[in-house]
Protein backbone atom coordinates (compact mmCIF):
# COMPACT_ATOMS: atom_id res chain seq x y z
CA UNK A 1 0.00 0.00 0.00
CA UNK A 2 1.32 3.68 -0.86
CA UNK A 3 2.40 5.54 1.97
CA UNK A 4 0.05 8.56 1.96
CA UNK A 5 1.92 12.03 1.40
CA UNK A 6 0.74 14.28 4.67
CA UNK A 7 1.64 17.34 3.14
CA UNK A 8 -1.63 17.28 1.03
CA UNK A 9 -3.68 16.97 4.51
CA UNK A 10 -2.75 20.69 4.97
CA UNK A 11 -3.49 21.35 1.33
CA UNK A 12 -7.15 20.19 1.95
CA UNK A 13 -7.36 22.43 5.25
CA UNK A 14 -6.50 25.11 3.57
CA UNK A 15 -8.63 24.88 0.12
CA UNK A 16 -12.00 23.79 2.33
CA UNK A 17 -11.06 26.39 4.55
CA UNK A 18 -10.57 29.39 2.42
CA UNK A 19 -12.86 28.11 -0.44
CA UNK A 20 -10.56 28.77 -3.40
CA UNK A 21 -7.03 28.28 -4.54
CA UNK A 22 -6.02 32.38 -4.31
CA UNK A 23 -7.02 31.83 -1.40
CA UNK A 24 -5.05 28.54 -0.22
CA UNK A 25 -2.28 29.67 -2.24
CA UNK A 26 -1.55 32.95 -0.06
CA UNK A 27 -2.62 30.96 2.94
CA UNK A 28 0.28 28.22 2.14
CA UNK A 29 2.54 31.09 1.03
CA UNK A 30 2.80 29.16 -2.25
CA UNK A 31 2.12 30.84 -6.29
CA UNK A 32 -1.30 29.90 -7.87
CA UNK A 33 0.48 27.40 -9.95
CA UNK A 34 2.23 25.63 -7.26
CA UNK A 35 -1.32 25.45 -5.61
CA UNK A 36 -3.11 24.37 -8.47
CA UNK A 37 -0.18 21.39 -8.73
CA UNK A 38 -1.26 20.58 -5.49
CA UNK A 39 -4.96 20.69 -5.65
CA UNK A 40 -4.47 18.60 -8.37
CA UNK A 41 -2.70 16.43 -6.68
CA UNK A 42 -5.18 16.22 -4.45
CA UNK A 43 -7.90 15.29 -6.73
CA UNK A 44 -6.26 12.27 -8.26
CA UNK A 45 -5.69 10.81 -4.19
CA UNK A 46 -8.88 11.59 -3.20
CA UNK A 47 -10.93 10.84 -6.44
CA UNK A 48 -13.13 13.64 -5.89
CA UNK A 49 -12.68 17.38 -7.54
CA UNK A 50 -13.68 18.89 -4.31
CA UNK A 51 -14.04 22.20 -5.50
CA UNK A 52 -16.15 23.10 -8.54
CA UNK A 53 -16.90 26.03 -10.57
CA UNK A 54 -20.74 27.70 -10.67
CA UNK A 55 -20.56 30.49 -12.61
CA UNK A 56 -17.57 32.41 -11.26
CA UNK A 57 -17.53 30.93 -7.80
CA UNK A 58 -15.86 27.61 -6.70
CA UNK A 59 -17.83 25.09 -4.36
CA UNK A 60 -17.31 22.21 -2.28
CA UNK A 61 -18.84 18.99 -3.52
CA UNK A 62 -20.71 16.77 -0.67
CA UNK A 63 -16.96 14.87 -0.22
CA UNK A 64 -15.42 18.14 0.30
CA UNK A 65 -17.94 18.84 2.69
CA UNK A 66 -17.70 15.62 4.13
CA UNK A 67 -13.68 15.76 4.67
CA UNK A 68 -13.40 20.12 5.90
CA UNK A 69 -13.84 19.22 9.82
CA UNK A 70 -11.83 16.02 9.80
CA UNK A 71 -9.00 17.77 8.00
CA UNK A 72 -9.23 20.74 10.12
CA UNK A 73 -9.25 18.70 13.24
CA UNK A 74 -6.19 16.38 12.15
CA UNK A 75 -3.79 19.43 11.36
CA UNK A 76 -4.84 21.35 14.71
CA UNK A 77 -3.97 17.60 16.23
CA UNK A 78 -1.01 17.69 14.38
CA UNK A 79 -0.08 21.37 14.87
CA UNK A 80 -0.44 20.62 18.90
CA UNK A 81 1.64 17.51 18.99
CA UNK A 82 4.84 18.61 16.89
CA UNK A 83 4.56 21.89 18.93
CA UNK A 84 6.15 22.80 22.12
CA UNK A 85 4.47 21.78 25.39
CA UNK A 86 2.54 23.56 27.37
CA UNK A 87 3.09 25.93 30.08
CA UNK A 88 2.65 23.88 33.03
CA UNK A 89 -0.40 24.38 35.40
CA UNK A 90 1.17 23.51 38.45
CA UNK A 91 -2.56 24.16 39.95
CA UNK A 92 -4.09 21.50 37.90
CA UNK A 93 -1.05 19.05 37.91
CA UNK A 94 -2.37 15.85 38.80
CA UNK A 95 0.90 13.40 39.36
CA UNK A 96 2.74 11.40 41.40
CA UNK A 97 6.61 11.30 41.48
CA UNK A 98 8.20 8.31 43.35
CA UNK A 99 11.36 9.06 44.98
CA UNK A 100 14.63 7.03 46.29
CA UNK A 101 15.93 8.13 49.08
CA UNK A 102 18.94 7.49 51.57
CA UNK A 103 18.07 7.05 55.41
CA UNK A 104 17.97 11.15 56.95
CA UNK A 105 16.02 12.23 53.62
CA UNK A 106 12.42 12.29 54.74
CA UNK A 107 12.52 13.25 58.14
CA UNK A 108 15.15 16.08 57.56
CA UNK A 109 13.78 17.40 54.10
CA UNK A 110 10.49 16.06 53.50
CA UNK A 111 8.76 18.40 55.73
CA UNK A 112 9.74 21.63 53.72
CA UNK A 113 9.39 19.44 50.60
CA UNK A 114 6.02 18.72 51.19
CA UNK A 115 4.85 21.61 52.25
CA UNK A 116 6.38 23.74 49.46
CA UNK A 117 4.68 21.29 46.74
CA UNK A 118 1.58 21.18 48.63
CA UNK A 119 1.30 24.73 48.13
CA UNK A 120 2.24 25.09 44.67
CA UNK A 121 0.63 22.50 43.10
CA UNK A 122 -2.02 20.77 45.21
CA UNK A 123 -2.73 18.14 42.70
CA UNK A 124 0.81 16.32 43.58
CA UNK A 125 1.57 13.13 45.02
CA UNK A 126 4.68 12.33 46.67
CA UNK A 127 6.01 8.52 46.93
CA UNK A 128 9.09 8.06 48.57
CA UNK A 129 11.19 4.68 48.52
CA UNK A 130 13.98 3.90 50.79
CA UNK A 131 17.01 3.24 49.25
CA UNK A 132 19.10 0.29 50.33
CA UNK A 133 21.46 -0.16 47.56
CA UNK A 134 23.66 1.67 45.07
CA UNK A 135 22.56 0.64 41.80
CA UNK A 136 20.15 2.67 39.72
CA UNK A 137 18.23 -0.01 38.01
CA UNK A 138 15.30 1.87 39.59
CA UNK A 139 15.75 4.69 37.24
CA UNK A 140 16.96 3.44 34.27
CA UNK A 141 13.54 1.31 34.10
CA UNK A 142 11.05 4.21 35.27
CA UNK A 143 10.17 2.65 38.54
CA UNK A 144 11.29 6.08 40.32
CA UNK A 145 11.57 9.22 39.03
CA UNK A 146 14.58 10.39 40.96
CA UNK A 147 17.08 9.39 43.32
CA UNK A 148 18.91 11.05 46.04
CA UNK A 149 22.40 9.79 47.02
CA UNK A 150 26.14 10.25 46.53
CA UNK A 151 27.23 10.07 42.61
CA UNK A 152 29.84 6.66 42.45
CA UNK A 153 32.43 5.54 40.38
CA UNK A 154 29.26 2.84 39.21
CA UNK A 155 26.81 5.29 38.68
CA UNK A 156 25.27 4.78 35.21
CA UNK A 157 26.91 6.91 32.81
CA UNK A 158 23.64 8.12 31.10
CA UNK A 159 22.39 9.55 34.21
CA UNK A 160 22.24 13.39 35.09
CA UNK A 161 22.78 14.39 37.81
CA UNK A 162 23.32 17.69 40.44
CA UNK A 163 24.54 18.24 43.71
CA UNK A 164 22.21 19.78 46.48
CA UNK A 165 24.35 19.93 49.95
CA UNK A 166 27.65 19.15 51.10
CA UNK A 167 27.75 17.24 54.09
CA UNK A 168 30.05 15.82 56.87
CA UNK A 169 30.68 13.18 59.53
CA UNK A 170 30.04 14.08 62.79
CA UNK A 171 30.14 11.86 66.40
CA UNK A 172 26.52 11.54 68.00
CA UNK A 173 26.40 10.15 71.82
CA UNK A 174 23.89 10.18 74.69
CA UNK A 175 23.60 13.51 76.74
CA UNK A 176 25.58 12.87 80.06
CA UNK A 177 28.18 10.25 78.05
CA UNK A 178 31.66 10.13 79.49
CA UNK A 179 32.06 11.81 75.99
CA UNK A 180 30.33 14.95 76.46
CA UNK A 181 32.21 15.35 79.94
CA UNK A 182 35.70 15.92 78.59
CA UNK A 183 37.53 16.84 75.68
CA UNK A 184 37.65 14.52 72.41
CA UNK A 185 40.71 12.61 71.08
CA UNK A 186 41.38 10.26 68.89
CA UNK A 187 42.16 8.05 71.74
CA UNK A 188 38.88 8.62 73.68
CA UNK A 189 37.23 8.33 70.77
CA UNK A 190 38.67 4.93 69.47
CA UNK A 191 38.11 3.73 73.37
CA UNK A 192 34.57 3.60 72.97
CA UNK A 193 32.19 1.38 71.66
CA UNK A 194 31.08 1.79 68.22
CA UNK A 195 27.93 1.30 66.80
CA UNK A 196 28.57 1.36 62.89
CA UNK A 197 25.99 1.75 60.18
CA UNK A 198 26.48 -1.16 57.39
CA UNK A 199 24.17 -0.43 54.04
CA UNK A 200 24.27 2.28 51.26
CA UNK A 201 24.64 5.45 52.93
CA UNK A 202 26.41 8.87 52.04
CA UNK A 203 29.88 8.04 52.34
CA UNK A 204 33.05 8.68 49.97
CA UNK A 205 33.33 4.72 49.29
CA UNK A 206 31.03 1.73 49.36
CA UNK A 207 31.70 1.26 53.38
CA UNK A 208 32.64 2.96 56.37
CA UNK A 209 36.81 2.45 55.24
CA UNK A 210 37.37 6.03 56.08
CA UNK A 211 36.65 6.70 59.68
CA UNK A 212 38.70 3.54 60.64
CA UNK A 213 41.61 4.27 57.53
CA UNK A 214 41.67 7.53 59.59
CA UNK A 215 42.17 5.89 62.68
CA UNK A 216 44.43 3.73 61.43
CA UNK A 217 46.70 6.44 60.28
CA UNK A 218 46.92 7.99 63.94
CA UNK A 219 47.75 4.72 65.24
CA UNK A 220 44.33 3.88 67.01
CA UNK A 221 41.52 1.18 66.00
CA UNK A 222 37.84 1.38 67.22
CA UNK A 223 35.73 -1.60 68.41
CA UNK A 224 32.17 -1.80 66.63
CA UNK A 225 30.33 -4.00 68.92
CA UNK A 226 26.85 -3.20 66.95
CA UNK A 227 25.75 -2.65 63.12
CA UNK A 228 22.60 -1.98 61.85
CA UNK A 229 21.08 -1.11 58.61
CA UNK A 230 20.64 3.10 59.07
CA UNK A 231 20.86 6.19 61.01
CA UNK A 232 17.82 6.26 62.28
CA UNK A 233 18.58 3.09 64.40
CA UNK A 234 22.09 4.23 64.61
CA UNK A 235 20.97 6.84 66.77
CA UNK A 236 18.46 5.26 68.65
CA UNK A 237 20.88 2.58 69.89
CA UNK A 238 23.38 5.33 70.83
CA UNK A 239 21.13 7.50 72.56
CA UNK A 240 20.07 4.62 74.92
CA UNK A 241 23.19 3.32 76.16
CA UNK A 242 26.86 4.27 75.95
CA UNK A 243 27.55 3.65 71.76
CA UNK A 244 28.94 6.06 70.16
CA UNK A 245 27.50 6.84 66.50
CA UNK A 246 28.96 8.14 63.59
CA UNK A 247 26.86 10.23 61.26
CA UNK A 248 26.29 12.77 58.60
CA UNK A 249 25.46 15.88 60.02
CA UNK A 250 22.91 17.61 57.84
CA UNK A 251 21.32 14.09 56.98
CA UNK A 252 20.35 13.23 60.99
CA UNK A 253 19.88 16.67 61.84
CA UNK A 254 16.20 15.80 63.05
CA UNK A 255 17.08 12.15 64.15
CA UNK A 256 19.82 13.17 66.67
CA UNK A 257 17.54 16.19 69.09
CA UNK A 258 18.79 16.24 72.31
CA UNK A 259 21.98 13.63 71.80
CA UNK A 260 25.46 15.23 72.32
CA UNK A 261 27.29 16.30 69.08
CA UNK A 262 30.71 16.53 68.33
CA UNK A 263 33.17 17.22 65.79
CA UNK A 264 35.12 14.25 64.99
CA UNK A 265 39.21 14.24 66.76
CA UNK A 266 40.38 13.52 63.08
CA UNK A 267 40.12 14.60 59.28
CA UNK A 268 37.45 12.87 57.42
CA UNK A 269 36.36 13.75 53.35
CA UNK A 270 33.50 15.89 53.17
CA UNK A 271 30.75 14.23 50.84
CA UNK A 272 28.32 15.68 48.03
CA UNK A 273 24.87 14.24 48.06
CA UNK A 274 23.40 14.52 44.74
CA UNK A 275 20.01 13.83 42.77
CA UNK A 276 19.85 11.43 39.94
CA UNK A 277 17.32 11.54 37.36
CA UNK A 278 17.50 9.82 33.72
CA UNK A 279 17.52 11.87 30.37
CA UNK A 280 14.10 10.82 29.59
CA UNK A 281 13.18 12.85 32.23
CA UNK A 282 15.58 16.34 31.69
CA UNK A 283 13.12 18.45 29.59
CA UNK A 284 9.95 17.10 31.38
CA UNK A 285 8.25 20.61 32.87
CA UNK A 286 6.80 19.08 35.85
CA UNK A 287 9.79 16.72 36.79
CA UNK A 288 11.96 20.03 36.19
CA UNK A 289 9.60 21.98 38.34
CA UNK A 290 10.10 18.74 41.13
CA UNK A 291 14.10 19.00 40.80
CA UNK A 292 13.59 23.11 41.83
CA UNK A 293 11.75 22.18 44.74
CA UNK A 294 14.08 19.81 45.75
CA UNK A 295 17.05 21.62 45.67
CA UNK A 296 15.10 24.84 47.58
CA UNK A 297 14.17 22.15 50.18
CA UNK A 298 17.93 21.06 50.53
CA UNK A 299 19.64 24.46 50.69
CA UNK A 300 20.86 25.89 53.92
Known amino acids: MPRPDLNLLITLNALLSEGSIVGAAK???LSPSAM????????????????????????PTPRALELR?????????????????????????????????????????GHRLIEAIHREAPGVRLRFMQKTGEDNEA?????????????????HPELRTQALFVDRFIGVVRKGHPLSQR????SSYAAGLHVDVLRHVPLPEADAG?????????GFERKVSV??????????????????????????????????????????????????????????????????????????
Do not use: Y
Open 227 to 300: AVGGFSSALALARASDLIATVPRRHTETLREDMFCFELPFLLPKISVSMLWHPRLHEDQAHRWLRGQIRNACAE
Open 36 to 59: SRAVARLRKTTGDPLMVRIGRELV
Open 139 to 155: LLTGAVDLETGVVRQKA
Open 69 to 109: ERAAQLVRDAEMLLGPAEALDLASLARTFTLRTGDGFVENF
Open 210 to 218: PIDSALTTA
Open 27 to 29: RLK
Open 183 to 186: EITP
